[in-house]
């Protein structure tokens, strides 16, 4: 679990690409070694995908998304490489080098492209060529939301804000008491109809695009603990949404459904994951802290399956994707799960360094993300 200490830029420019630590779990602080990853099963390949394609983009080492614009896949490296790639077959729509460390992306519309900078800069891109930068109050680990020639952004001390999407001009900004401790990881930010939704500590927030102002607030948990760690319970990416109804997981804490159309929550559940969720046909899907791999039902939220044979194999958060779930781990495999009952159809390689993004669907290409920078396109055979 890597956490951040909130700083204000104005005592402390960098402080929070600085003064970061990691929260070592129960096991390892008391001296016990980790758990060993749980060893794979045989692939028998139940079914038959194969990769069509590879392509570079350099390092990954913040919380990238991957953003999916039909058959376009746009994604970002460490050092500043921001590329558009046709998922069809890998080949470069665009690519450009920002010259400067980037710390969260990647949000398009398939027409504008935005990351934030370490420098905390917000970076707007057209076509591949820059447009604005604009200087950010605070860091930022959530990819910018790019939805209606705007540009939203929220950042580390759990402010949102919006800027003209040609200009850069701030439009509006919002700002409610900070915490002292937030995740280094990618929030809660997107557009449902007219509703700005924002995951703000363990609460689903709807706002006004146009000026910031709240229409609701749904708790999907509530902070408890003695400690600043133990209150930590921001909401992860990615959700799952189906027409106005978002699903979402606090960290640690619970996984709960929200109707976006009237700001009221339909269930909440206990849970222990640190990833986000993903959802098909009536069911969710999520890893939790130990590699467990569950099923919902998105109804109510009561469990439908559980699977523990990718434990302690470090998960990313799953992609529902026909009739699979597919899952990246931090030895370079990607797992596709029955979204039946979670067990094993296929599994596929990579360059053996962790994954480092949610897997992605373009059209009918899964596209995965390692560490090392390999972007892989697989279609089924």
């Given at each position: 679990?890597?956490?951040?200490?909130?700083?204000?830029?104005?005592?402390?420019?960098?402080?929070?690409?600085?003064?970061?630590?990691?929260?070592?779990?129960?096991?390892?602080?008391?001296?016990?070694?980790?758990?060993?990853?749980?060893?794979?099963?045989?692939?028998?390949?139940?079914?038959?995908?194969?990769?069509?394609?590879?392509?570079?983009?350099?390092?990954?080492?913040?919380?990238?998304g991957?953003?999916?614009?039909?058959?376009?896949?746009?994604?970002?490296?460490s050092?500043?490489?921001?590329?558009?790639?046709?998922?069809r077959?890998?080949?470069?729509?665009?690519?450009?080098?920002?010259r400067?460390?980037?710390a969260?992306?990647?949000?398009?519309?398939?027409?504008l492209?935005?990351v934030?900078?370490?420098?905390?800069?917000?970076?707007?891109?057209?076509?591949?060529?820059?447009?604005?930068?604009?200087?950010?109050?605070?860091?930022?680990?959530?990819?910018?939301?790019?939805?209606?020639?705007?540009?939203?952004v929220?950042?580390?001390?759990?402010?949102?804000?919006?800027?003209?999407?040609?200009?850069?001009?701030r439009?509006?900004?919002?700002?409610?008491?900070?915490e002292?401790?937030v995740?280094?990881?990618?929030?809660?930010?997107?557009?449902?109809?007219?509703?700005?939704v924002?995951?703000?500590?363990?609460?689903?927030?709807?706002l006004?695009?146009l000026n910031g102002?709240?229409?609701?607030?749904?708790?999907?948990?509530i902070?408890?603990?003695?400690n600043?760690?133990?209150?930590?319970?921001?909401?992860?990416?990615?959700?799952?949404?189906?027409?106005?109804?978002?699903?979402?997981?606090a960290?640690?804490m619970?996984?709960?459904?929200?109707?976006?159309?009237?700001?009221?929550?339909?269930?909440?559940?206990?849970?222990?994951?640190?990833?986000?969720?993903t959802?098909?046909?009536?069911?969710?899907?999520?890893?939790?802290?130990?590699?467990?791999?569950?099923?919902?039902?998105?109804?109510?939220?009561?469990?439908?399956?559980?699977?523990?044979?990718?434990?302690?194999?470090?998960?990313?958060?799953?992609?529902?994707l026909?009739?699979?779930?597919?899952?990246?781990?931090?030895?370079?495999?990607?797992?596709?799960?029955?979204?039946?009952?979670?067990?094993?159809?296929?599994?596929?390689?990579?360059?053996?360094?962790?994954?480092?993004?949610?897997?992605v669907?373009?059209?009918?290409?899964l596209?995965?993300?390692t560490?090392?920078?390999?972007?892989?396109?697989?279609?089924?055979k």
């Amino acid at each position: 679990m890597r956490l951040t200490r909130f700083v204000p830029s104005s005592i402390a420019p960098r402080a929070l690409v600085t003064i970061v630590f990691v929260v070592v779990v129960a096991a390892c602080s008391t001296g016990s070694p980790p758990p060993k990853p749980t060893p794979l099963a045989p692939n028998e390949a139940l079914i038959g995908v194969q990769q069509v394609w590879t392509a570079h983009v350099g390092p990954v080492d913040f919380p990238l998304g991957v953003n999916v614009q039909g058959s376009t896949v746009t994604l970002a490296s460490s050092d500043g490489t921001v590329a558009a790639i046709d998922a069809r077959t890998g080949r470069d729509l665009w690519r450009t080098s920002l010259r400067t460390p980037i710390a969260a992306g990647v949000g398009s519309d398939g027409k504008l492209t935005a990351v934030v900078t370490m420098g905390n800069e917000l970076v707007a891109l057209e076509g591949g060529h820059e447009l604005w930068r604009q200087k950010l109050d605070a860091q930022a680990y959530t990819a910018p939301l790019v939805a209606g020639a705007r540009v939203f952004v929220l950042a580390a001390d759990r402010s949102v804000s919006a800027y003209d999407g040609q200009s850069g001009r701030r439009l509006w900004l919002q700002k409610p008491p900070s915490e002292p401790l937030v995740l280094h990881q990618d929030g809660v930010l997107l557009a449902v109809g007219d509703t700005l939704v924002v995951g703000l500590s363990g609460r689903v927030l709807g706002l006004n695009p146009l000026n910031g102002g709240l229409r609701w607030d749904a708790p999907i948990a509530i902070p408890r603990g003695t400690n600043d760690v133990e209150r930590v319970v921001d909401l992860v990416s990615p959700v799952s949404r189906v027409g106005d109804v978002v699903c979402a997981r606090a960290f640690q804490m619970a996984i709960g459904c929200v109707d976006a159309s009237r700001g009221t929550v339909l269930w909440t559940k206990p849970a222990n994951g640190g990833t986000g969720l993903t959802g098909a046909e009536g069911l969710l899907f999520g890893t939790e802290i130990d590699g467990t791999v569950k099923a919902w039902r998105r109804s109510n939220g009561e469990q439908a399956w559980s699977t523990s044979h990718l434990q302690y194999r470090g998960l990313t958060a799953p992609l529902a994707l026909g009739r699979s779930v597919v899952i990246g781990d931090r030895f370079g495999f990607v797992h596709l799960l029955s979204r039946e009952d979670g067990s094993l159809l296929t599994r596929l390689t990579t360059d053996g360094s962790a994954i480092a993004a949610t897997p992605v669907a373009a059209g009918n290409t899964l596209v995965v993300v390692t560490r090392n920078g390999g972007v892989y396109g697989f279609e089924p055979k």
